[in-house]
Protein backbone atom coordinates (compact mmCIF):
# COMPACT_ATOMS: atom_id res chain seq x y z
CA UNK A 1 0.00 0.00 0.00
CA UNK A 2 1.58 3.68 -1.35
CA UNK A 3 1.86 6.02 1.28
CA UNK A 4 0.13 9.38 1.00
CA UNK A 5 2.52 11.81 -0.82
CA UNK A 6 3.51 14.60 1.95
CA UNK A 7 3.05 18.04 1.71
CA UNK A 8 5.17 20.62 3.78
CA UNK A 9 4.41 24.15 3.80
CA UNK A 10 6.62 26.85 5.37
CA UNK A 11 5.54 30.31 5.15
CA UNK A 12 6.88 33.87 6.59
CA UNK A 13 5.07 35.18 9.61
CA UNK A 14 1.82 37.61 7.90
CA UNK A 15 1.42 40.71 9.13
CA UNK A 16 -1.75 41.81 11.32
CA UNK A 17 -4.60 43.07 9.75
CA UNK A 18 -4.98 46.99 10.06
CA UNK A 19 -8.59 47.04 11.87
CA UNK A 20 -10.70 49.02 10.05
CA UNK A 21 -9.20 48.58 5.78
CA UNK A 22 -9.34 45.96 3.88
CA UNK A 23 -6.56 46.98 1.98
CA UNK A 24 -3.87 44.32 1.68
CA UNK A 25 0.20 44.62 2.70
CA UNK A 26 2.24 45.90 0.00
CA UNK A 27 4.83 44.26 1.26
CA UNK A 28 5.21 40.77 -0.79
CA UNK A 29 5.03 37.77 0.95
CA UNK A 30 6.87 34.27 0.03
CA UNK A 31 5.42 30.64 0.96
CA UNK A 32 7.57 27.24 0.38
CA UNK A 33 6.40 24.48 -0.53
CA UNK A 34 8.04 20.93 -0.90
CA UNK A 35 6.35 18.01 -2.65
CA UNK A 36 6.74 14.23 -1.03
CA UNK A 37 7.11 12.87 -4.53
CA UNK A 38 9.57 14.45 -6.61
CA UNK A 39 8.25 12.73 -10.17
CA UNK A 40 4.53 13.87 -9.23
CA UNK A 41 6.21 17.23 -8.52
CA UNK A 42 7.89 17.98 -12.11
CA UNK A 43 4.57 16.31 -13.24
CA UNK A 44 2.55 19.43 -11.69
CA UNK A 45 4.89 21.93 -12.64
CA UNK A 46 4.76 20.93 -16.31
CA UNK A 47 7.18 20.55 -18.96
CA UNK A 48 9.41 23.64 -18.51
CA UNK A 49 7.33 24.81 -15.77
CA UNK A 50 4.83 25.71 -18.03
CA UNK A 51 1.92 25.09 -15.16
CA UNK A 52 4.02 27.67 -12.92
CA UNK A 53 4.02 30.18 -15.96
CA UNK A 54 0.69 29.94 -16.12
CA UNK A 55 0.30 30.92 -12.46
CA UNK A 56 2.60 33.65 -12.45
CA UNK A 57 0.34 35.03 -15.16
CA UNK A 58 -2.84 34.44 -13.46
CA UNK A 59 -1.64 35.24 -10.61
CA UNK A 60 0.50 38.12 -10.40
CA UNK A 61 3.37 35.83 -8.54
CA UNK A 62 6.66 34.83 -8.54
CA UNK A 63 7.48 30.88 -8.35
CA UNK A 64 10.69 29.62 -8.23
CA UNK A 65 11.05 25.76 -8.44
CA UNK A 66 14.14 23.69 -7.22
CA UNK A 67 13.85 20.39 -7.50
CA UNK A 68 10.82 19.59 -5.45
CA UNK A 69 10.66 22.75 -3.56
CA UNK A 70 8.58 25.91 -4.36
CA UNK A 71 9.29 29.68 -3.57
CA UNK A 72 6.09 31.65 -3.76
CA UNK A 73 5.92 35.64 -3.71
CA UNK A 74 3.39 37.77 -4.29
CA UNK A 75 0.65 39.61 -2.41
CA UNK A 76 -1.02 37.63 0.63
CA UNK A 77 -4.17 36.88 -1.18
CA UNK A 78 -2.53 35.57 -4.48
CA UNK A 79 0.38 33.40 -2.73
CA UNK A 80 -2.61 31.73 -0.80
CA UNK A 81 -4.45 31.03 -3.49
CA UNK A 82 -1.28 29.68 -5.66
CA UNK A 83 -0.62 27.13 -2.57
CA UNK A 84 -4.07 25.94 -2.50
CA UNK A 85 -4.12 25.79 -6.58
CA UNK A 86 -0.85 23.67 -6.38
CA UNK A 87 -1.77 21.51 -3.29
CA UNK A 88 -5.15 20.72 -5.10
CA UNK A 89 -3.50 19.91 -8.09
CA UNK A 90 -0.27 17.42 -6.43
CA UNK A 91 -3.53 16.00 -4.68
CA UNK A 92 -5.09 15.42 -8.17
CA UNK A 93 -2.20 13.16 -9.46
CA UNK A 94 -1.15 11.84 -6.16
CA UNK A 95 -5.07 10.40 -7.18
CA UNK A 96 -3.98 8.79 -10.67
CA UNK A 97 -5.17 12.14 -12.39
CA UNK A 98 -3.76 14.28 -15.29
CA UNK A 99 -2.60 17.68 -14.87
CA UNK A 100 -1.98 19.85 -18.05
CA UNK A 101 -2.71 23.39 -18.80
CA UNK A 102 -6.37 22.66 -19.10
CA UNK A 103 -6.64 21.35 -15.59
CA UNK A 104 -4.48 24.40 -14.19
CA UNK A 105 -6.33 27.02 -16.65
CA UNK A 106 -9.83 25.28 -15.02
CA UNK A 107 -8.20 26.02 -11.38
CA UNK A 108 -7.24 30.02 -12.07
CA UNK A 109 -10.79 30.20 -13.47
CA UNK A 110 -12.79 28.59 -10.34
CA UNK A 111 -10.24 30.32 -7.81
CA UNK A 112 -11.26 33.53 -9.87
CA UNK A 113 -15.14 33.15 -9.46
CA UNK A 114 -17.18 34.25 -6.61
CA UNK A 115 -18.08 30.89 -4.66
CA UNK A 116 -15.79 28.96 -6.53
CA UNK A 117 -14.27 26.10 -5.20
CA UNK A 118 -10.85 24.63 -6.53
CA UNK A 119 -11.61 21.25 -5.51
CA UNK A 120 -14.41 20.96 -8.22
CA UNK A 121 -11.48 20.86 -10.64
CA UNK A 122 -11.52 17.49 -9.01
CA UNK A 123 -14.80 16.38 -10.30
CA UNK A 124 -14.41 13.81 -13.21
CA UNK A 125 -16.35 11.85 -15.87
CA UNK A 126 -14.75 9.07 -16.96
CA UNK A 127 -15.41 7.80 -20.66
CA UNK A 128 -13.73 5.18 -22.97
CA UNK A 129 -11.40 8.10 -24.46
CA UNK A 130 -11.20 11.04 -22.27
CA UNK A 131 -11.48 11.74 -18.42
CA UNK A 132 -12.91 15.20 -18.42
CA UNK A 133 -13.15 17.75 -15.53
CA UNK A 134 -15.35 21.30 -15.15
CA UNK A 135 -13.44 24.02 -16.01
CA UNK A 136 -15.41 26.67 -14.54
CA UNK A 137 -18.07 26.57 -11.16
CA UNK A 138 -20.57 26.55 -13.34
CA UNK A 139 -19.78 23.79 -14.68
CA UNK A 140 -18.98 21.85 -11.74
CA UNK A 141 -22.27 22.52 -10.51
CA UNK A 142 -24.14 21.33 -13.58
CA UNK A 143 -22.67 17.93 -13.38
CA UNK A 144 -23.44 17.39 -9.79
CA UNK A 145 -27.62 18.69 -10.91
CA UNK A 146 -26.93 15.64 -13.08
CA UNK A 147 -25.77 13.24 -11.07
CA UNK A 148 -28.42 14.09 -7.89
CA UNK A 149 -31.67 15.20 -10.34
CA UNK A 150 -33.48 13.58 -12.95
CA UNK A 151 -34.07 16.78 -15.00
CA UNK A 152 -31.51 19.39 -15.39
CA UNK A 153 -32.01 22.38 -17.73
CA UNK A 154 -28.86 24.06 -18.55
CA UNK A 155 -28.91 27.39 -20.18
CA UNK A 156 -26.50 30.00 -21.71
CA UNK A 157 -24.34 30.89 -24.62
CA UNK A 158 -22.24 28.80 -26.92
CA UNK A 159 -18.59 27.33 -25.71
CA UNK A 160 -19.76 26.68 -21.95
CA UNK A 161 -19.90 22.84 -22.11
CA UNK A 162 -22.95 22.40 -21.82
CA UNK A 163 -24.23 19.52 -24.27
CA UNK A 164 -20.35 18.02 -24.04
CA UNK A 165 -20.36 17.39 -20.66
CA UNK A 166 -24.39 16.30 -21.02
CA UNK A 167 -23.00 13.87 -23.38
CA UNK A 168 -19.90 13.07 -21.55
CA UNK A 169 -22.19 12.03 -18.42
CA UNK A 170 -24.34 10.40 -20.76
CA UNK A 171 -21.28 8.22 -22.49
CA UNK A 172 -20.31 7.44 -18.77
CA UNK A 173 -23.94 5.98 -17.29
CA UNK A 174 -24.36 4.11 -20.56
CA UNK A 175 -20.36 2.26 -20.56
CA UNK A 176 -21.36 1.50 -16.53
CA UNK A 177 -24.43 0.20 -16.73
CA UNK A 178 -26.54 2.43 -15.06
CA UNK A 179 -28.55 2.91 -18.25
CA UNK A 180 -29.53 1.06 -21.08
CA UNK A 181 -29.47 3.51 -24.23
CA UNK A 182 -28.16 7.25 -24.77
CA UNK A 183 -31.24 9.53 -26.63
CA UNK A 184 -30.05 12.68 -28.40
CA UNK A 185 -32.72 15.14 -30.03
CA UNK A 186 -32.64 18.64 -31.56
CA UNK A 187 -35.67 20.11 -33.53
CA UNK A 188 -34.39 20.66 -36.81
CA UNK A 189 -34.72 24.56 -36.59
CA UNK A 190 -31.87 26.43 -38.06
CA UNK A 191 -31.73 30.02 -39.08
CA UNK A 192 -34.62 29.78 -40.59
CA UNK A 193 -34.24 27.35 -42.77
CA UNK A 194 -37.32 23.97 -43.14
CA UNK A 195 -35.96 20.50 -44.28
CA UNK A 196 -38.29 20.22 -46.70
CA UNK A 197 -36.29 22.45 -49.10
CA UNK A 198 -33.23 20.47 -47.94
CA UNK A 199 -31.68 17.85 -50.54
CA UNK A 200 -31.94 13.92 -49.56
CA UNK A 201 -33.68 11.46 -47.67
CA UNK A 202 -34.94 11.81 -44.10
CA UNK A 203 -31.78 11.17 -42.54
CA UNK A 204 -29.38 13.18 -45.12
CA UNK A 205 -31.78 15.91 -44.09
CA UNK A 206 -31.49 15.99 -40.38
CA UNK A 207 -28.09 14.65 -39.93
CA UNK A 208 -26.50 18.37 -40.29
CA UNK A 209 -28.73 19.40 -37.13
CA UNK A 210 -27.33 16.36 -35.12
CA UNK A 211 -23.87 16.65 -35.94
CA UNK A 212 -22.60 18.77 -32.82
CA UNK A 213 -24.07 15.30 -30.86
CA UNK A 214 -22.38 13.15 -33.30
CA UNK A 215 -18.95 14.91 -32.89
CA UNK A 216 -19.29 14.82 -29.06
CA UNK A 217 -19.88 10.93 -28.77
CA UNK A 218 -16.74 10.54 -31.21
CA UNK A 219 -14.72 12.18 -28.88
CA UNK A 220 -16.20 9.94 -26.06
CA UNK A 221 -15.93 6.69 -27.70
CA UNK A 222 -14.04 4.76 -29.91
CA UNK A 223 -15.65 5.58 -33.61
CA UNK A 224 -15.82 1.66 -34.05
CA UNK A 225 -18.07 1.53 -30.12
CA UNK A 226 -20.17 4.55 -31.58
CA UNK A 227 -20.90 2.79 -35.39
CA UNK A 228 -22.12 -0.36 -33.00
CA UNK A 229 -23.52 1.15 -30.55
CA UNK A 230 -25.76 3.32 -33.52
CA UNK A 231 -25.99 0.64 -35.28
CA UNK A 232 -27.93 -1.62 -31.92
CA UNK A 233 -30.13 1.32 -30.64
CA UNK A 234 -27.55 1.75 -27.68
CA UNK A 235 -27.19 5.53 -28.90
CA UNK A 236 -30.10 6.52 -31.19
CA UNK A 237 -29.56 10.27 -32.84
CA UNK A 238 -33.25 11.87 -33.63
CA UNK A 239 -35.00 14.85 -34.48
CA UNK A 240 -37.60 16.24 -31.86
CA UNK A 241 -40.27 15.15 -34.07
CA UNK A 242 -39.71 11.99 -33.46
CA UNK A 243 -40.09 11.64 -29.79
CA UNK A 244 -43.95 11.79 -29.69
CA UNK A 245 -46.11 9.19 -28.85
CA UNK A 246 -42.72 7.58 -26.93
CA UNK A 247 -41.83 6.71 -23.34
CA UNK A 248 -38.07 6.97 -22.49
CA UNK A 249 -37.36 4.50 -20.03
CA UNK A 250 -33.76 3.43 -18.66
CA UNK A 251 -32.47 5.75 -20.78
CA UNK A 252 -30.38 9.04 -20.69
CA UNK A 253 -32.08 11.02 -22.87
CA UNK A 254 -30.17 15.22 -24.26
CA UNK A 255 -32.83 17.94 -25.65
CA UNK A 256 -30.06 20.01 -27.42
CA UNK A 257 -30.50 23.67 -29.02
CA UNK A 258 -33.96 23.34 -27.26
CA UNK A 259 -34.36 27.65 -27.37
CA UNK A 260 -35.75 26.43 -30.77
CA UNK A 261 -38.87 24.50 -29.59
CA UNK A 262 -42.16 25.83 -28.99
CA UNK A 263 -44.09 25.02 -25.76
CA UNK A 264 -45.98 22.37 -27.06
CA UNK A 265 -43.24 20.56 -28.33
CA UNK A 266 -41.22 20.97 -25.16
CA UNK A 267 -43.71 19.93 -23.09
CA UNK A 268 -44.31 17.07 -25.31
CA UNK A 269 -40.75 16.08 -24.84
CA UNK A 270 -40.69 16.60 -21.12
CA UNK A 271 -43.39 14.31 -20.95
CA UNK A 272 -41.47 11.30 -22.61
CA UNK A 273 -39.62 10.81 -19.43
CA UNK A 274 -39.81 7.09 -18.26
CA UNK A 275 -38.65 4.83 -15.46
CA UNK A 276 -34.98 5.24 -14.13
CA UNK A 277 -33.98 7.70 -16.80
CA UNK A 278 -32.49 10.78 -16.71
CA UNK A 279 -33.29 14.14 -19.43
CA UNK A 280 -31.17 16.83 -19.81
CA UNK A 281 -32.26 20.02 -21.59
CA UNK A 282 -29.85 22.36 -23.31
CA UNK A 283 -29.99 26.26 -24.95
CA UNK A 284 -28.72 29.39 -25.59
CA UNK A 285 -31.89 32.05 -25.23
CA UNK A 286 -29.75 34.46 -27.14
CA UNK A 287 -29.99 31.96 -30.29
CA UNK A 288 -33.54 31.82 -31.29
CA UNK A 289 -34.40 30.93 -34.73
CA UNK A 290 -37.95 30.76 -33.90
CA UNK A 291 -40.64 32.77 -35.77
CA UNK A 292 -40.74 36.66 -34.36
CA UNK A 293 -43.89 36.47 -31.73
CA UNK A 294 -43.01 32.52 -30.81
CA UNK A 295 -42.32 31.64 -27.38
CA UNK A 296 -39.47 29.44 -26.82
CA UNK A 297 -39.98 26.05 -24.89
CA UNK A 298 -37.11 26.52 -23.41
CA UNK A 299 -38.02 29.70 -21.25
CA UNK A 300 -41.50 28.92 -21.51
CA UNK A 301 -40.28 25.35 -19.33
CA UNK A 302 -37.70 27.35 -17.12
CA UNK A 303 -40.55 30.07 -15.85
CA UNK A 304 -43.00 27.00 -15.46
CA UNK A 305 -41.02 24.32 -13.61
CA UNK A 306 -39.04 26.42 -11.35
CA UNK A 307 -40.33 25.03 -8.41
CA UNK A 308 -40.59 21.89 -8.96
CA UNK A 309 -39.11 18.74 -6.98
CA UNK A 310 -36.62 16.87 -8.50
CA UNK A 311 -35.65 19.37 -11.24
CA UNK A 312 -32.35 21.78 -11.62
CA UNK A 313 -31.74 24.56 -13.66
CA UNK A 314 -28.17 25.56 -14.60
CA UNK A 315 -27.09 29.10 -16.14
CA UNK A 316 -24.11 29.41 -17.62
CA UNK A 317 -22.23 32.60 -18.69
CA UNK A 318 -20.01 34.41 -20.58
CA UNK A 319 -17.26 33.84 -17.58
CA UNK A 320 -18.19 30.17 -18.29
CA UNK A 321 -16.69 30.09 -21.88
CA UNK A 322 -13.91 27.72 -22.06
CA UNK A 323 -13.56 27.77 -26.43
CA UNK A 324 -10.97 29.93 -27.55
CA UNK A 325 -10.23 33.15 -25.09
CA UNK A 326 -11.67 35.37 -28.45
CA UNK A 327 -15.09 33.19 -27.62
CA UNK A 328 -15.56 34.82 -24.88
CA UNK A 329 -14.73 38.46 -25.67
CA UNK A 330 -17.39 37.96 -28.98
CA UNK A 331 -19.82 36.56 -26.94
CA UNK A 332 -19.59 39.72 -24.30
CA UNK A 333 -19.98 42.23 -27.03
CA UNK A 334 -23.01 40.49 -28.44
CA UNK A 335 -24.50 40.57 -25.03
CA UNK A 336 -23.89 44.18 -24.30
CA UNK A 337 -25.02 44.78 -27.69
CA UNK A 338 -28.26 42.55 -27.47
CA UNK A 339 -29.40 44.85 -24.11
CA UNK A 340 -28.99 47.76 -25.98
CA UNK A 341 -31.31 46.67 -28.53
CA UNK A 342 -33.56 44.19 -26.94
CA UNK A 343 -33.86 41.99 -29.42
CA UNK A 344 -33.96 38.73 -27.58
CA UNK A 345 -37.24 40.09 -25.90
CA UNK A 346 -39.92 38.84 -28.38
CA UNK A 347 -38.25 35.49 -27.46
CA UNK A 348 -37.82 35.71 -23.24
CA UNK A 349 -41.50 37.06 -23.21
CA UNK A 350 -45.13 36.13 -23.72
CA UNK A 351 -45.63 37.50 -27.36
CA UNK A 352 -48.31 40.63 -28.31
CA UNK A 353 -51.38 37.93 -28.87
CA UNK A 354 -50.62 36.44 -25.06
CA UNK A 355 -50.33 39.70 -23.55
CA UNK A 356 -53.57 41.09 -24.62
CA UNK A 357 -55.35 37.98 -23.81
CA UNK A 358 -53.81 38.19 -19.81
CA UNK A 359 -55.27 41.73 -20.02
CA UNK A 360 -58.40 40.70 -20.82
CA UNK A 361 -58.55 37.48 -18.03
Known amino acids: MSKQPRLATKAKAKPKPIMGTKRESAEPQTARLTFADNQLAQALF ?165 RPLYDALYDMLPADQVEKRLENGEIEVAPLAFMRGRTLANAFVILDEAQNTTAVQMKMFLTRLGENARMVVTGDLSQVDLPRGIRSGLRDAWDILTDVKGIAFVEFNASDVVRHPIVTRIVNAYDAVEKRRRSSAPYEHENEVDRKSDKKS
Do not use: W
Open 46 to 210: GAHSVHLVQLETGLGVTIAPRGADLAITGTASAVTMAERILVRLYDRLAQGGMVGTDEVAAALRMSAQPGGKISDVNVEVHTKRRVISPRSTTQAAYLKAIDECELVFGSGPAGTGKTYLAVAKAVELLVRGDVDRIILSRPAVEAGEQLGFLPGDMQEKVDPYL
